[in-house]
């Protein structure tokens, strides 16, 4: 989500509000938002509705100043934890540019756009969800290839859909639906060739991996955010930029200040008991997510209606009870790590 350049942020963001950026820069010239060692946290953001099943724009708002008072630094708009799938193409977008204006460009956002049967249907999306002024679109890795397709017809296919789409810098996602493509390293590598990746949402559950990655996009502008709760520190510490983890979604104060201290000598002991403790919680809060997140969040204070429209089935009274439990000990958390709230 960052790249080189003079612009000020304020101008580059004017630029994207504008859907003038394709014209006007090449991604090779994308400015920079943040210090090379910067950590980031970025939520991947769940979609509040109302009783009736609509987006529920006013709830989305308070949402956004709870997750940039928390210290979010970017955000991921329309992924899987938005319930991507189950919005229409016109709520996608709606989505985004809500999230984008109500930003303000105070951080970056990103937000899946590769949907669509055929290259040409997935170019054109991208190119109107890059019009929302995100910096950057994410690409489904599965949606480039079939389950059974090679790495070669992978790429084939993503130069067939980098040629529709000019200059938009792009991100990718391993998404686990429809199934989960990870990125191996020869199509790792041609990405980066590219010149418009940009960022990159790991789910490959794994450190070594991860550096691989990390190794090949060294001296790129590439920003390598982990999607996995239990290498958080691992990750980070391996040069990753940041965390875009669903736990986010419940204490994302947490995320935010193990980014900012997951290096600091001084703070190495609070490290690692932060980061056994969001492991051994992450079983629980992932049992009935998103629900689980929307009950949580109502809990903190956030006027969020317990309603998803992938999973109708509500949470049980034993789910409730631990999530209570998690809720009562965010104290000691903060307490520990001198997290005003």
Same mark, same amino acid.
């Given at each position: 989500m960052? #790249?080189?350049g003079k612009h000020s942020r304020r101008d580059f963001l004017e630029l994207l509000s504008a859907g003038a950026l394709s014209a006007i820069l090449l991604p090779d010239q994308l400015p920079s938002f943040a210090a090379a060692d910067e950590k980031k946290f970025v939520p991947v953001m769940i979609t509040p509705f109302t009783t009736s099943s609509k987006i529920d724009f006013d709830t989305l708002s308070r949402l956004i100043d709870f997750y940039l008072a928390a210290g979010a630094k970017g955000f991921f708009a329309n992924c899987l934890s938005s319930?991507?799938?189950?919005?229409?193409?016109d709520e996608r977008i709606a989505l985004t540019k809500h999230v984008v204006k109500h930003v303000d460009g105070k951080v970056p956002v990103v937000a899946s756009g590769s949907f669509g049967t055929t290259m040409q249907e997935r170019a054109d999306f991208t190119k109107k969800m890059y019009e929302t002024g995100v910096n950057a679109v994410i690409l489904i890795t599965s949606h480039f290839a079939d389950k059974t397709e090679s790495d070669d017809?992978?790429?084939?296919?993503f130069e067939k859909f980098?040629?529709?789409?000019?200059?938009?810098?792009? #991100?990718?996602?391993e998404c686990p639906s429809p199934y989960k493509r990870v990125l191996t390293p020869p199509v790792f590598k041609y990405l980066l060739s590219t010149n418009r990746l940009i960022y990159h949402k790991d789910t490959t559950l794994n450190v070594e991996k991860i550096k691989e990655k990390l190794a090949l996009a060294k001296n790129t502008k590439l920003e390598l955010y982990d999607a996995h709760t239990p290498n958080a520190m691992f990750s980070l510490q391996a040069g990753a930029k940041g965390?875009?983890?669903i736990a986010g979604n419940f204490y994302p104060e947490i995320y935010a200040w193990l980014c900012e201290n997951v290096n600091k000598p001084g703070r190495q002991e609070d490290v690692k008991w932060i980061q056994s403790e969001i492991t051994r919680l992450d079983p629980v809060i992932s049992d009935g997510y998103s629900l689980s997140a929307k009950y949580f969040l109502h809990k903190r204070g956030i006027p969020i209606e317990p309603i998803c429209r992938t999973?109708?089935?509500p949470l049980t009274e034993i789910q409730k009870q631990k999530l209570d439990e998690i809720y009562a000990g965010l104290k000691?958390?903060?307490?520990?790590?001198?997290?005003k709230m």
């Amino acid at each position: 989500m960052e #790249g080189k350049g003079k612009h000020s942020r304020r101008d580059f963001l004017e630029l994207l509000s504008a859907g003038a950026l394709s014209a006007i820069l090449l991604p090779d010239q994308l400015p920079s938002f943040a210090a090379a060692d910067e950590k980031k946290f970025v939520p991947v953001m769940i979609t509040p509705f109302t009783t009736s099943s609509k987006i529920d724009f006013d709830t989305l708002s308070r949402l956004i100043d709870f997750y940039l008072a928390a210290g979010a630094k970017g955000f991921f708009a329309n992924c899987l934890s938005s319930e991507m799938y189950a919005l229409e193409p016109d709520e996608r977008i709606a989505l985004t540019k809500h999230v984008v204006k109500h930003v303000d460009g105070k951080v970056p956002v990103v937000a899946s756009g590769s949907f669509g049967t055929t290259m040409q249907e997935r170019a054109d999306f991208t190119k109107k969800m890059y019009e929302t002024g995100v910096n950057a679109v994410i690409l489904i890795t599965s949606h480039f290839a079939d389950k059974t397709e090679s790495d070669d017809q992978l790429i084939s296919n993503f130069e067939k859909f980098f040629s529709l789409t000019g200059n938009i810098p792009v #991100g990718t996602y391993e998404c686990p639906s429809p199934y989960k493509r990870v990125l191996t390293p020869p199509v790792f590598k041609y990405l980066l060739s590219t010149n418009r990746l940009i960022y990159h949402k790991d789910t490959t559950l794994n450190v070594e991996k991860i550096k691989e990655k990390l190794a090949l996009a060294k001296n790129t502008k590439l920003e390598l955010y982990d999607a996995h709760t239990p290498n958080a520190m691992f990750s980070l510490q391996a040069g990753a930029k940041g965390m875009s983890a669903i736990a986010g979604n419940f204490y994302p104060e947490i995320y935010a200040w193990l980014c900012e201290n997951v290096n600091k000598p001084g703070r190495q002991e609070d490290v690692k008991w932060i980061q056994s403790e969001i492991t051994r919680l992450d079983p629980v809060i992932s049992d009935g997510y998103s629900l689980s997140a929307k009950y949580f969040l109502h809990k903190r204070g956030i006027p969020i209606e317990p309603i998803c429209r992938t999973d109708k089935k509500p949470l049980t009274e034993i789910q409730k009870q631990k999530l209570d439990e998690i809720y009562a000990g965010l104290k000691k958390w903060h307490e520990r790590l001198e997290i005003k709230m």
